[in-house]
């Protein structure tokens, strides 16, 4: 009998709402260009404005703070090197656990780049921040502290609060990327410190190909792209309403459709269950910080990622090794090394993340292939050592 497709990568991408797939239809099928004043351009219109609402309601921002861009990886160069060459800015400091997209996008902002270790828990050393700020304060090195809030492969919040304590009371920029904490923690953007903060919509169960960069009226200097002056001449370019208004239902539909209490259930639930099964092999990376509930980051000692992976894919189950945007690519993790995770047990990494339409049935069903997984492997390894024994 086939078995069911077991889909628990969320952090990497999560299934589209219904919400979202019906905006998404019904925009697809309207004709015009937003900017247009006639009737089909203000039917577009409309389509966007309502989803800077939602969006800007989930972020607890203003809607006039919400920008669209193509992804939050644009969101986030915009902040950065837009953010560099607008504010002239001296240097960008970054935590070494940031995404790929952060950590790119401050070395080519031309500017040095300071990377501020993790501890072994996965969370950014403030002690370490504390230092850098002040460095820079001497020295007058005018700055961008780029921080995420959820590392996407361990899940591990980060220190927010005290971080805006340290950076808003200062003359520095501050810049997060909240792309996982999106509908998860409260952003509440608007009140808080952050200056800038980048959010994705293929992360709450819109479509992929869209973001925005929510920024504070001081900011709005920060710019990537002034094409024809749309985004109130911060982000050029035709809107994508489809997308925008897909990631407007999303947003909506978000809050209930996630319920973190269930979701956390299942990831404790998934937890324990490999503890069962692993037992004192088993690391969960992240485990003595807090985390974001949904994601569980794991290795059990001597099994490769790459053969569980291999292994789980044959029997219909998706999960990411490594960093969520290079599935596939089974490469060491740059957040582990960071925090100082041994190499051998980090080549091991993978990350189950749940989200909202995550069952009892797909915990038991990763639970159930990744035992067969793991018992073929030290059956084969039990085979090799003996072999060896003989041979010897
Ligand atoms: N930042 C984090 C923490 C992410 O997890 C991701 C995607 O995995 C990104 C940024 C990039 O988002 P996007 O795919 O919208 O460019």
Redesign the pocket.
């Known amino acids: 009998m086939a078995r069911r497709a077991v889909y628990l990568d969320h952090?990497?991408s999560a299934p589209l709402l219904p919400e979202a797939r019906a905006a998404l239809v019904d925009v697809l099928g309207l004709t015009g260009n937003p900017s247009s004043v006639h009737n089909h351009g203000r039917l577009l219109r409309n389509r966007i404005e309502t989803a800077r609402d939602q969006v800007a309601a989930l972020a607890g921002a203003e809607r006039s703070q919400v920008v669209f861009t193509g992804?939050?990886?644009e969101a986030?160069t915009q902040a950065i090197v837009g953010g560099v060459r607008a504010f002239r800015l001296d240097q960008v400091i970054v935590g070494a656990g940031e995404?790929a997209?952060v950590r790119a996008a401050a070395n080519s902002a031309g500017v040095p780049v300071v990377s501020v270790a993790l501890d072994g828990r996965g969370v950014v050393q403030i002690d370490e921040l504390f230092l850098s700020i002040d460095a820079a304060n001497t020295s007058g090195s005018q700055t961008l502290v780029a921080i995420?809030a959820v590392n996407?492969e361990t899940g591990v919040v980060q220190p927010l609060a005290r971080i805006e304590a340290m950076v808003g009371a200062s003359p520095h920029y501050l810049f997060v990327?909240a792309?996982?904490a999106l509908g998860k923690l409260p952003l509440e953007f608007a009140s808080r410190a952050p200056d800038m903060m980048a959010v994705?919509a293929?992360k709450i169960g819109g479509p992929?190909g869209v973001?925005a960069l929510l920024v504070k009226s001081h900011a709005d200097a920060a710019k990537l792209i002034p094409g024809g002056g749309q985004e109130t001449g911060r982000r050029g370019g035709t809107e994508a309403a489809a997308l925008i208004a897909a990631f407007g239902a999303a947003a909506e539909a978000f809050s209930q459709r996630y319920d973190a209490a269930r979701v956390n259930g299942l990831a404790r639930r998934l937890e324990e269950g490999l503890e069962a099964i692993a037992g004192a092999d088993l690391t969960i990376f992240g485990a003595m910080a807090e985390r974001i509930g949904n994601t569980v980051d794991f290795a059990v000692q001597g099994l490769g990622s790459a053969v569980a992976m291999m292994g789980l894919d044959l029997m219909g189950i998706s999960v990411s090794s490594g960093s969520?945007?290079s599935s596939g690519k089974v490469g060491p993790s740059h957040v582990l090394e960071a925090m100082g995770v041994d190499p051998d047990l980090a080549a091991g990494a993978l990350r189950v993340s749940l989200g909202w339409n995550s069952s009892e049935d797909d915990v038991s069903a990763f639970l159930d292939g990744f035992e067969e997984v793991l018992g073929r492997h030290r059956a084969r390894q039990g085979r090799a050592a003996l072999a060896a024994a003989v041979g010897a």
């Open positions: 952090n990497a992804s939050a990886t986030i995404h997209a995420q996407n990327d792309v996982q994705s293929h992929a973001g969520a945007c």
